[in-house]
Structures are given as C-alpha cells and as structure tokens.
C-alpha cells in the first residue's frame, strides 16, 4: 500500500542541483558599461571638460556600478527551484502553512506537501522520491526496518497525543492508563463499564504511523491493539470519525483538537497546551523533518524558515509546542 502512494504522488523534480537556479548578469552588467562609455564620448562632443568634471563622472559611474553590482548580487541569491515534502499527518498542518508563506516570499520556489504517515515520510526521502519528509517519531532501528545511515532528522517541534470521544458522550471524561488499555485491547467492550451503555466503538491508526507508535508507547504497555479495532489512516480521519460516532473513542494528535471531538482527562490531567509544557501530562513526542544527506540550499532555506520566529509562531497557532519552551 506504501509504494503504491509513493508513486501515487505528484511531485516535482527531486534533484539537488538542478532544483537550484541562479542566473547570471554578466551580459547585463557589460551592457551597463557600454551605455555609460557611450554616454561620456556623446557628452564629451558636446561640452568642454574639465578634469574636475571627468573625476566627478567617473565617481557617479563608479559608484552606480556599485549599486548595481549589490542589486544584482542580491538578486542572484535568490531561492529559485522545487521541493517536494511528504509524511506525516501530525506535522502536515505546520509545514502546510510554513510552505505557502515560504513561497510567498520566495515566488522561484515551488513546495508540494503531501501526507502519507510517518513511516511514508522516511521511506520516501530515503528513497529520493523527495525531498524532505515529515516524521512524529525517532528514527531509531527499533522504530524503523533497515534504517537509513543518510537521514538527517531535524526536530521542528513537540506534540501529544489525546485519548478523544464524541462531545455527546456522556459516560466518561477521565480514564486512567489501565483503562485506556482494556479499552483497546479489547477487555473493555462496552460503555455500560462506565455507567452507560451500548458498545464501544474502537478505532486506531495505520501500522507506521507515528501517532500509532507514541499511543502505543504510552498506553498499550502490556498488550496490543484489539483486532476489532477500525483503522484510520490519518488525524484528519481519525477526528471525522469520532465527530461522525456517539459510540466510538480513538487518539489524536493535539494539534487537531477541536470543538468536534471531546479529549479526554487521563489520571486527571488534561491534554492541555500549559499541562503537556509544565510535563503534568506526560505523553509527548518530537516532530521532525528529514533530509537525505546534508541539506541542499533550498532545503536549508526552508527547514531555518521553520526553525525562525516566524515558523515556531505558526507552530504555536496551529495547536503544537514551539521548540523555545524547551530551550
């Protein structure tokens, strides 16, 4: 199902050195010469010179030609070429709107940002189907199969996962760790368990996804995931799901939280922005970006855009921790 997405995407070319342009103004700067030259022997028909009045011109010549070299070397720093970013659904959101105001002030680049899932993210930039993928977990040889020695995480961020139901239910609004487990792994079946009834309606993540990975690293200690449980393939999904269900119950990345879903309390802790900083809630995991390889420019340009005020400030708005909290 992996490779079949991976060639499934539209993306743009994926080489280093032809993804970066610049353009030369040599002939630009010769041009600029010859009229200047022009200028001078037409004037010089024409007037009486003095040495004064030659020192004077070949200042202001001088020093225009200055101008212009500075212009133009400013200019020919400019990013040009395309980048093409896919992985996981967590950091999607950040790198959506990082990449549309990365663009916007850099109109010679183009970005493509795609989803997929963590274990997408890294198996395609190791690949070089593109050039940065996007990760919510470690790149670590018990994480991934076959690791590649080449990736270069870089964390852009941290984020949590909640434990959500539907804002209708009304049986439960705190669970403990033991609970959650019973609950997928299928020991707990019904609602009638916690004062209502009916059956619970479980759902999961796909196998790669990092949300999946940090669930079951801080909830599934001891047992696995309920086969009856439904499979989502994305945050997005995930949180359409229990919207859509009074029954059903799933996790979720915090960044997606909203008045759709209701996260619940575990141990009596809420899944809070100032909770996940202070450590009170104690489910966290890093976000990355991955590069295969030293970053090229472009990719530089775009993982310090990230990384700047403006980046973590996006970050913060979109529901995530900026990585000065942490610093």
Known sequence: MEQTYIKNIRHYPCDKQKGEKQMSWSSLQKTFFALILLAILVLGVYNTWTMSNLTSTVYTMQSTINNLNSMLGNYTQRLEGYLTIAGSTTVLPIIQTCANLFMQENPGVVISVSGGGSGHGISAVSAGYINIGMSSKNLTTEQITDPDPDLQPVAIALDSVA???????????????????????????????????????????????????????????????????????????????IASDPAGIGFLSVGYIDETVNPLKIDGVEPTVTNIKTGAYKIKRWLFLITKGPPTKIEQAFIDFVLSSQGQEIVEQQGYLPLEWFQ
Do not use: Q
Not at 181 to 206: A, P, Q
Not at 231 to 237: A, D, Q
């Open 163 to 241: 434990i959500i139901v539907h804002p209708t239910n009304g049986f439960v609004d705190d669970l403990t760790l033991e609970e959650v487990e019973m609950i997928f792994n299928g020991t707990i079946t019904d609602w009638s368990h916690f004062g209502g009834s009916g059956e619970i309606h479980v759902y999961t993540r796909e196998a790669g996804s990092g949300t999946l990975e940090c669930f079951e690293k801080f909830f599934m200690k001891h047992s696995d995931i309920t086969g009856a449980a439904s499979e989502k393939t994305s945050n997005g999904e995930m949180k359409a799901t």
